[in-house]
């Protein structure tokens, strides 16, 4: 790709181009600068003391400038001279892919001369070109160019002895800022040295890609969170930025990305969780700064950059919220800061309400921006000016109170000179009047909860304390509107169509237009309902009447409201209205933690999968519609994002309205949406049993997750059957039982032939002949290295030795993943290569017409399990071998196959650890209690029976008293009492008793 070598060429020259010129001309410039302006001003001055001190002024000052006009200019050229130098390659390709349509490949590069050949593999270039990992060694140049600009600047100013502080940064059109825009990073670099590499901030769903108001380690999302050894390192103000700015930087994206994709409703309000996860860690890097109060200035000055350079209305809400955090930590010098860059800022938009909202917050000095205000007045002459300070009194003091006269005094007085020239002047003076003499009723919006620790925000008892951001005078009609309803729920004898008046009414006043003031009337409204549920009464019962009328509007606005043949209407409709109390839900759950409520919420969603699950022609054509609806609400709020939710999720999901139905639906069609919850529930499980961290509320919801198993084993087996891969993709090693369980799920149409009967011939059975349904998506974790490609190369070919004595490297995770994940391997990585290569294995057996006699042994999929078996340490054996025993389940070609590969790298094993850890990963999961999986029962029964194992012979199995008793009670349940002469061994017989 021409395009890519171009920008490679252009980053890498620029790069060594402008550090070379800079190290190069700074002196030279310096001597020929003051030799040219001392030869000028001696003509013209002829104190020479006078003459040297301006001389070595002027070269300071413009010294940087001139490097920079240099290092500019020989960038410049360098590019033109690689372009030129690189032109015909540039050519040939374009050419090639106009002419053939393909890439094109220099093969040549690898004959001539010592690279690329010698390159280490991940530089090595491979056909299809260079991988993100490989162009990084060329955008890293530019990285390195800035680096040594940001240090030789910081070395600079330490050297000038003293920095300047500027108060916006360089867009914010301040005149310090356009007068040096380098001095703030120049301030940095003296503090911070070198940089280091950020951690990764990303949000994954599947192997490739890393995933997140409480979302979303979302599918294949990666959590938004920073690591806990970064949190624990004291950072210099410098270092402390860095990182900030990566996460506001991420923060805003997300904002806007949000207000764009306001329709999309799921989207937004995972990106809403994102953004409160990223926020929450601003507090705490601020803390382990060493210089705290400067961080916290410079993040205000980020959050006022970008309050008044961003036209999105959200983006300035968050940059609000950020301020609010700051000003928490030091109240002082925030106020102080943020005033200054509001006073000395150029930009227009401070004359509108974002200044409003910095009053609002007391984040801004009331009577210094009167004051800076009474001054731009200019005896009235300024009527932009004019008509804001007007608004102003009459918005900030006579109307909310905010402030009072004597605050405003400056401004007053100054608007009072102006009022002879003012039309309709007389009910200026009596506004002017009535300013003068108010006095503040109502404290700033923040400040009570100035004293309040950011990082474990406490419960807010204001009434209605959900809706932030929502003024009263929006509020109370809405609550008027909701009592209205509840009143007219709870007459005797109403029928639903007595409330369709009651949506006209919402319909004349705009409050069903399916936009945000919909969104706006059910957050009130379900704010209400959780306010007024914890209001017990003389029963010490919460009381449920708001969340049953509320419940009751969902219902029938569903049913009434819209077209009733737009069925696309409808169910958008209560899709928004879901996500608008999901908007209610999150807050709620992260605020108060502890003391959160679930029963309001699951109330409220019982309810309506009760009505709305109810057989009536009216919603019979939109049933399964609703069912996803609700679903896609369940994956949002799934517990590893919402953990105060966890047990009332699991009661939902498990609901005789919800889960039976979804089984049930025609074609299958709900399968992939329980599918996808039940994942989700074993993600948050599997942080905790992945090292046995059981609490009593993690014990709980254990049990309950092998409750819902169980259902599904005895009614829906083929569903475990279909889906067993994603399900023990996600299911740690340690939970052998659970796993067990999902293994042992058989179609409910097939009768499994007894494990323990004497000489069973199981490669006669004819369900063994027959491929197993997997509707899991076992593909995608391959893409993971470009892993597949590869993979299917040798499979055909069974060339390129190199592949599989590399592979062993690429199931590897980088270090930082592997201390999140708790191993160093990449375990969904290494499932889908087992599966895969097996599946590609018993293709190629079936397709050839000649009977073979061994059919697994010298072949590429052999090679690729005997190398792993050989090459993994202890640990990712384990895991490759749990991978294999994965498939030993119900019969069918894939049990058939996968024990024969146990059985055979038992056989061929040249290191006895190889048979110890088979028959560890084998035994582990025959002694815990039932079910034990059909495949893994004939596995090891000819393993411990089949003379050629010689198993009973190896030191592993007689190694202690304990394991060898435990090996005897295992045969003996297996095949009958065991006899201790080795001759004897492979007389043992099976029983007909079961495990």
């Given at each position: 790709?021409?395009?890519?070598?171009?920008?490679?060429?252009?980053?890498?020259?620029?790069?060594?181009?402008?550090?070379?010129?800079?190290?190069?001309?700074?002196?030279?410039?310096?001597?020929?600068?003051?030799?040219?302006?001392?030869?000028?001003?001696?003509?013209?001055?002829?104190?020479?003391?006078?003459?040297?001190?301006?001389?070595?002024?002027?070269?300071?000052?413009?010294?940087?400038?001139?490097?920079?006009?240099?290092?500019?200019?020989a960038m410049e050229k360098a590019v033109r001279d690689i372009d030129d130098a690189l032109a015909p390659a540039y050519t040939i390709r374009?050419?090639?892919?106009?002419?053939?349509?393909?890439?094109?490949?220099?093969?040549?590069?690898?004959t001539v001369g010592r690279f690329p050949s010698a390159l280490p593999d991940p530089l090595r270039p491979k056909p299809g070109g260079l991988g993100s990992q490989q162009l990084r060694v060329y955008e890293d140049f530019a990285y390195i160019h800035r680096l040594a600009q940001v240090v030789s600047q910081g070395q600079a100013v330490s050297q000038g002895g003293q920095t300047t502080q500027v108060s916006l940064d360089a867009r914010s059109g301040s005149p310090e800022a356009a007068q040096s825009p380098r001095v703030s990073e120049q301030q940095e670099a003296k503090e911070a040295g070198p940089q280091k590499d950020i951690p990764p901030y990303a949000t994954q769903e599947g192997p490739s890609e890393e995933k997140g108001p409480g979302a979303f380690p979302p599918e294949g999302s990666?959590?938004?969170?920073?690591?806990?050894?970064?949190?624990?390192?004291?950072?210099?103000?410098?270092?402390?930025?860095?990182?900030?700015?990566?996460?506001?930087?991420?923060?805003?994206?997300?904002?806007?990305?949000?207000?764009?994709?306001?329709?999309?409703?799921?989207?937004?309000?995972?990106?809403?969780?994102?953004?409160?996860?990223?926020?929450?860690?601003?507090?705490?890097?601020?803390?382990?700064?060493?210089?705290?109060?400067?961080?916290?200035?410079?993040?205000?000055?980020?959050?006022?950059?970008?309050?008044?350079?961003?036209?999105?209305?959200?983006?300035?809400?968050?940059?609000?919220?950020?301020?609010?955090?700051?000003?928490?930590?030091?109240?002082t010098a925030v106020q102080k800061e943020v005033t200054n860059l509001v006073l000395y800022t150029d930009e227009e938009r401070k004359f509108s309400d974002i200044t409003f909202s910095l009053i609002r917050g007391a984040l801004i000095s009331v009577s210094d921006f009167t004051t800076h205000l009474s001054k731009l007045l200019d005896n009235g002459r300024n009527t932009k000016v004019m008509e804001y300070a007007i608004q102003l009194i009459q918005k900030v003091v006579v109307e909310e109170q905010l402030a009072s006269g004597s605050q405003f005094q400056a401004l007053i007085d100054a608007v009072a000179k102006t009022i002879p020239r003012q039309a309709g002047k007389g009910d200026l003076a009596n506004l002017l009047e009535h300013a003068r003499n108010q006095t503040v009723s109502k404290t700033l919006d923040k400040e009570r909860e100035r004293n309040r620790p950011m990082e474990v925000p406490a419960p807010v008892e204001e009434k209605h304390w959900l809706l932030e951001g929502e003024t009263p005078s929006v509020v109370e009609p809405i609550v008027k509107f909701f009592d209205e309803w509840i009143a007219l729920v709870n007459m005797s004898g109403a029928s639903d169509k007595a409330f369709l008046p009651f949506l006209s009414k919402l319909q004349q006043h705009g409050m069903l237009k399916g936009d945000d003031t919909t969104d706006r009337m059910v957050r009130v409204f379900t704010s209400v309902c959780v306010e007024r549920c914890e209001m017990v009464g003389a029963d010490k019962q919460p009381n449920f009447l708001a969340v049953d009328a509320l419940s009751k509007f969902i219902v029938v606005l569903f049913k009434y409201h819209g077209e009733p043949t737009s069925s696309f209407m409808k169910v958008n409709l209560l899709n928004k209205v879901l996500l608008s109390v999901q908007r209610v839900l999150f807050p709620d759950c992260e605020i108060r933690r502890t003391t959160f409520s679930q029963r309001p919420y699951f109330r409220l969603f019982v309810n309506l999968l009760f009505a709305l699950n109810v057989p009536?022609?009216?919603?019979?054509?939109?049933?399964?519609?609703?069912?996803?609806?609700?679903?896609?609400?369940?994956?949002?709020?799934?517990?590893?994002?919402?953990?105060?939710?966890?047990?009332?999720?699991?009661e939902l999901i498990s609901h005789r309205m919800f889960l039976p139905r979804v089984f049930l639906a025609k074609g299958q069609k709900g399968w992939p949406l329980f599918q996808r919850l039940l994942v989700d529930l074993l993600h948050l499980l599997e942080t905790y049993l992945r090292n046995a961290e059981l609490n009593e509320a993690i014990r709980l919801l254990y049990k309950g997750t092998l409750r819902v198993l169980l259902v599904l084993l005895h009614d829906f087996p083929e569903f475990l059957c279909d889906y067993h891969f994603s399900f023990c993709d996600v299911i740690p090693p340690t939970c052998i039982q659970m796993r067990n369980l999902i293994l042992s799920a058989f179609p409910r149409n097939m009768r499994l032939p007894d494990p323990f009967t004497p000489n069973l011939k199981v490669d006669l059975l004819p369900e063994i002949r027959e491929p197993p349904r997997i509707l899991s998506n076992y593909t995608v974790a391959l893409g993971y290295n470009g892993l597949r490609q590869d993979l299917d190369i040798y499979l055909k070919t069974r060339g390129h030795l190199s592949f599989?004595?590399?592979?062993?490297?690429?199931?590897?995770?980088?270090?930082?993943?592997?201390?999140?994940?708790?191993?160093?391997?990449?375990?969904?990585?290494?499932?889908?290569?087992v599966l895969y290569v097996g599946i590609q294995a018993v293709a190629q057996t079936q397709s050839k017409s000649a009977q073979i006699t061994s059919p697994i042994t010298h072949s590429a999929p052999m090679d690729i399990f005997q190398q792993l078996a050989i090459d993994l340490d202890a640990e990712g054996r384990y895991l490759f071998l749990n991978a294999i025993a994965n498939q030993l389940r119900y019969p069918n070609n894939h049990t058939h196959y996968f024990s024969c590969v146990l059985l055979y790298l038992f056989a061929e094993a040249n290191h006895e650890i190889i048979q110890e850890q088979i028959t560890r990963v084998l035994l582990e999961r025959l002694i815990v209690a039932r079910p034990h999986p059909w495949g893994l029962l004939i596995t090891f029964i000819e393993l411990i029976k089949n003379p050629r194992y010689n198993f009973w012979s190896h030191s592993f199995v007689r190694c202690a008293p304990d394991i060898e008793r435990l090996f005897e009670s295992v045969a003996r349940s297996c095949l009958g009492p065991p006899k201790h002469s080795e001759d004897d061994a492979t007389d043992l017989q099976p029983t007909s008793s079961s495990t």
């Open positions: 790709d021409e395009q890519k070598m171009r920008r490679a060429a252009h980053l890498m020259v620029q790069s060594l181009a402008g550090s070379l010129a800079l190290v190069t001309c700074k002196e030279p410039l310096r001597v020929s600068m003051s030799n040219h302006i001392r030869s000028f001003l001696q003509a013209q001055v002829g104190e020479p003391s006078v003459v040297e001190q301006v001389v070595q002024v002027i070269s300071s000052e413009n010294l940087e400038l001139g490097c920079t006009i240099i290092e500019k200019a374009q050419k090639h892919r106009s002419q053939t349509g393909q890439p094109y490949f220099d093969m040549s590069i690898f990666q959590k938004v969170t920073i690591p806990a050894a970064v949190l624990t390192q004291p950072f210099s103000p410098a270092q402390c930025m860095e990182k900030v700015t990566v996460i506001l930087g991420k923060v805003f994206e997300l904002v806007a990305t949000t207000s764009d994709d306001k329709a999309s409703g799921t989207a937004s309000l995972q990106q809403e969780f994102d953004i409160r996860k990223l926020l929450q860690e601003i507090p705490l890097l601020v803390g382990k700064c060493t210089c705290k109060d400067e961080a916290v200035m410079a993040v205000a000055r980020q959050a006022v950059a970008h309050l008044f350079h961003s036209s999105i209305p959200s983006v300035a809400n968050m940059a609000l919220e950020i301020l609010d955090a700051m000003i928490v930590v030091n109240p009536d022609p009216t919603l019979e054509p939109y049933n399964f519609q609703v069912l996803t609806v609700f679903s896609n609400m369940f994956h949002n709020i799934q517990p590893l994002r919402l953990p105060g939710f966890a047990f009332a999720w699991l599989i004595l590399e592979l062993r490297n690429r199931l590897l995770l980088p270090a930082q993943e592997a201390q999140a994940a708790g191993t160093r391997y990449n375990v969904p990585v290494i499932n889908a290569l």
